[in-house]
């Protein structure tokens, strides 16, 4: 069997630090995890192969004892993977040591060169020790969600699908745009018992045809007829949640803007209270009017040049 280099494994060199380690370790598992490569055996057999690389690697007196190995590994196995001792040159070099397989004892997931080389049991005084397999926590998996400005002020339930898993999230009141919401344990799968990572869903609130959102506030249009701009009067209102009856005072200007207090959006972590709406009236001229009305319309103009004067 031949040597494994795990160095090459996670495409390092010998002078590798433990941060360069774990760093290349996280990268290449990531890429190689089996959530991310479906039925790859490919990745699968990599994914285990960065694990042994790391398993051994990331101990520093695995890692002591791997180097000072080497491709050596064979004269250790002549002792049967227990304790021993050897002493010979290899191109030009001299290599001493004592070994215990009870260093490298197995975990079950790992090839065959690194079972041969370092055992799966140990055994210490008698006993028996088996090295538990190292968990791995699943990946964090990240999705989008669109709603609607109504469902960011009430809230309520959506459904969202997963690789082809249909999830429901229950939705807060008062959600704001870009705002991670975590479903626990609905990420990657984790490995040997790990723990499965969460799914990270990012919230986007769709554009409104009518309503306009600056922080907590909410902006919009209330078109009114050219007769109550003038004479004043109610008008019905439609605002984010409710119809109202609001009063237009007389002589009412287009774009004269009206606060409507409390009836925007829910405040940060407060579902209870909320921003204000301001309305601005658009005014309507009136179509196809009759010969009658725009006599009268000459009359009130001339009536106002007159007063003008």
Same mark, same amino acid.
Request: proline share 2%.
């Given at each position: 069997?031949?040597?494994? *280099?795990?160095? +090459? ?17 996280? +990268?290449?598992? #990531? ?9 790859? /055996? ?13 398993? #051994? ?17 064979? =004269?250790?196995?002549?002792?049967? $993977? ?8 290899? /191109?030009? !070099? ?17 090839? *065959? ?27 964090? !998996? ?12 009430? $809230?309520?339930? /959506? ?12 939705? +807060? ?7 991670? &919401?975590?479903?626990?344990? %609905?990420?990657?799968? $984790? ?25 907590? *506030? ?19 209102? !439609?605002?984010?949640? +409710?119809?109202? !009856? ?6 009412? =200007?287009?774009? /004269? ?5 409390? @009836?925007?959006?829910?405040?940060? =972590? ?23 009305? @725009?006599? &009268?319309?000459?009359?009130?103009? %001339? ?7």
């Amino acid at each position: 069997m031949d040597y494994k *280099d795990y160095y +090459k494994v996670l495409g390092l060199d010998k002078k590798a630090k433990p941060e360069d380690i774990k760093k290349a370790f996280r +990268k290449l598992a #990531v890429k190689h995890h089996p959530d991310k490569n479906p039925g790859d /055996k490919k990745a699968e057999e990599k994914f285990k192969e960065i694990n042994e690389a790391n398993e #051994v690697l990331g101990d520093l007196e695995k890692r002591k004892k791997y180097d000072e190995l080497g491709e050596n590994w064979q =004269d250790y196995q002549q002792y049967g $993977g227990g304790a021993a001792s050897f002493n010979r040159r290899n /191109k030009g !070099q001299q290599f001493e040591g004592s070994f215990n397989a009870e260093d490298f004892a197995g975990t079950g997931q790992f090839s *065959d060169f690194f079972e041969n080389l370092f055992g799966e049991t140990t055994r210490s005084s008698g006993r028996s020790r088996t090295r538990t397999k190292r968990t791995y926590r699943g990946e964090d !998996q990240r999705a989008e969600m669109e709603i609607t400005l109504e469902e960011a002020l009430h $809230g309520g339930s /959506k459904q969202i699908l997963l690789n082809g898993e249909k999830l429901n999230l229950k939705l +807060k009141p008062g959600l704001r745009e870009g705002q991670l &919401l975590r479903m626990k344990g %609905k990420g990657g799968s $984790g490995m040997n018992t790990g723990e499965d990572g969460d799914l990270l869903v990012t919230i986007l609130i769709a554009e409104h045809p009518r309503f306009k959102r600056k922080e907590n *506030d909410l902006y919009f249009d209330q078109e009114i007829s050219l007769y109550t701009a003038v004479l004043g009067g109610k008008v019905s209102v !439609q605002t984010i949640d +409710k119809v109202i !009856q609001m009063n237009v005072p007389a002589g009412t =200007d287009s774009n /004269k803007t009206f606060r409507l207090k409390g @009836m925007g959006m829910n405040l940060k =972590d407060n579902a209870e209270t909320r921003g204000d709406a301001f309305v601005r009236m658009v005014i309507s001229v009136p179509k196809n009017i009759t010969e009658k009305e @725009m006599e &009268l319309f000459t009359q009130l103009a %001339k009536l106002q040049e007159m007063n003008k004067g």
